[in-house]
């Protein structure tokens, strides 16, 4: 309660008032919300938050406080622009807390804001669409100032800011706990051996997604995102995993002309920015949602299966199905506004979605990805 008086600050002019956590200071960012109820140190962590101020919906925020097992960047370290909540829990009660939330955004620089009246800012960025905002303790005319000069998310590459700067072998198994929750053809982590080598673009990865790929067998070798076809395919890899990632996919040609030059050399699978980027080098487009998809409750249809999944998601911009009529072919769809949430090019041996199905935080439905991905390297 002596945290000094801050304010949220939306380009339009729109101002919220809270009080000021974490780093002393400001920051600005596109401001969008996600719908979890539980998951905020994996959201804090995820890159593909980079350069956004995050809502979170859920009203208390904190009580869990933060641990050493949930980071979701490969270096552990938090990834927003800038953290925003209702409720910031003064009591820390979980087994496994190090910190407390309040503790682990000063250490690393976040700035944030609490005291925000979040379901109003929620409904208002629902029915605005997400705009670029500032927080921070200054006048709130300085605040809307300093979100009118922030860039644009369109346009935006991101990925410079988190791709790694050199190669890494990922090794990390989400360990023997998870065992039980596994279904459709997943073994127990301590079972699976590494038969294949999967190198794995990484535009800005979360750990889990690296996790699944060790689980079913691969052994990951991630890449820098501007490493050639050419270097990739020195490594002599039995299939191409395309990671998730921050911004727009339309400012990173130099990624999709790398995906066209591996497209039919080796099975590929994406996800999330992966998705998209495939989705470009096979010739489509990609346009940005009015306030994206984000949280732990997406229900998407296989089209395959007629099976639907409740899904993780964090994305803001999309395919366009319209652009890749007769080059690939639709295998997932979101319920709620039928975009899409998968892809299948057969002929090149490459499949992606657009969701999570690796989870962290989420529901599990849509593990079996990682076995497909194996089966398309066995037929091969």
């Known amino acids: 309660m002596s945290k000094r008086r801050a304010y949220l600050a939306l380009a339009d002019g729109t101002i919220f008032e809270g009080r000021a956590h974490g780093k002393d200071g400001g920051t600005t960012g596109e ?15 995820d890159p593909s938050f980079t350069g956004q101020l995050v ?44 910190e407390s939330l309040d503790e682990y955004l000063s250490r690393y620089g976040i700035v944030a804001i609490s005291d925000v009246d979040t379901r109003r800012l929620t409904r208002y960025l629902r029915d605005k669409g997400s705009q670029n905002g500032a927080i921070g303790t200054e006048d709130p ?19 410079s800011r988190v791709t790694p700067a050199k190669p890494y072998e990922f090794t990390e ?32 990865a979360k750990r889990n997604i690296f996790r699944c790929l060790t689980d079913v067998g691969c052994k990951v070798t991630a890449v820098p995102a501007g490493t050639s076809a050419a270097d990739i395919l020195a490594l002599n890899p039995d299939g191409v995993f395309l990671s998730s990632g921050p911004g ?25 920015l992966g998705h998209q980027l495939l989705a470009r080098a096979l010739g489509g487009g ?11 409750n997406q229900p ?6 007629g099976r639907v999944e409740i899904t993780t998601q964090n994305h803001g911009f999309v395919v366009d199905l319209k652009s890749l009529e007769g080059i690939a072919q639709s295998t997932h769809v ?24 690796e989870a962290a935080a989420g529901p599990h439905d849509a593990l079996y990805l990682f076995d497909r991905f194996r089966r398309l390297m066995d037929a091969r």
């Not at 023997?176 to 673009?201: C, F, N, Q, T």
């Open 334 to 357: 979101h319920l709620n506004d039928g975009t899409s949430e998968g892809l299948e090019a057969k002929a090149h041996k490459a499949f992606s979605v657009q969701y999570h199905p």
């Open 173 to 204: 198994k989400r360990g023997s706990e998870w065992a039980l929750e596994m279904k459709d053809g997943h073994a127990p982590p301590s079972s699976v051996r590494h038969d294949y080598r999967v190198v794995a673009i990484d535009y800005g």
């Open 55 to 98: 809502t979170m919906t859920a009203p208390q925020i904190g009580n869990t406080g933060i641990n050493n097992e949930d980071p979701e960047s490969v270096d552990s370290k938090p990834q927003v622009a800038g953290f925003i909540i209702r409720d910031a829990s003064p009591v820390v009660s979980n087994y496994r807390a190090t």
């Open 248 to 272: 727009d996919p339309a400012a990173l040609p130099v990624a999709v002309k790398t995906i066209q030059d591996l497209l039919g050399k080796k099975p590929i699978f994406g996800i999330c």
């Open 300 to 305: 998407v249809k296989d089209l395959t299966t």
């Open 141 to 159: 005319a300085t605040l809307v100032d300093r979100a009118k000069a922030a860039p644009p998310m369109e346009g935006l590459d991101l990925v």
């Open 286 to 296: 990609t346009y940005k949602l009015k306030f994206g998809h984000r949280g732990l």
């Open 31 to 45: 401001v969008v919300f996600t719908t979890g109820m539980t998951g905020y140190q994996e959201v804090l962590t």
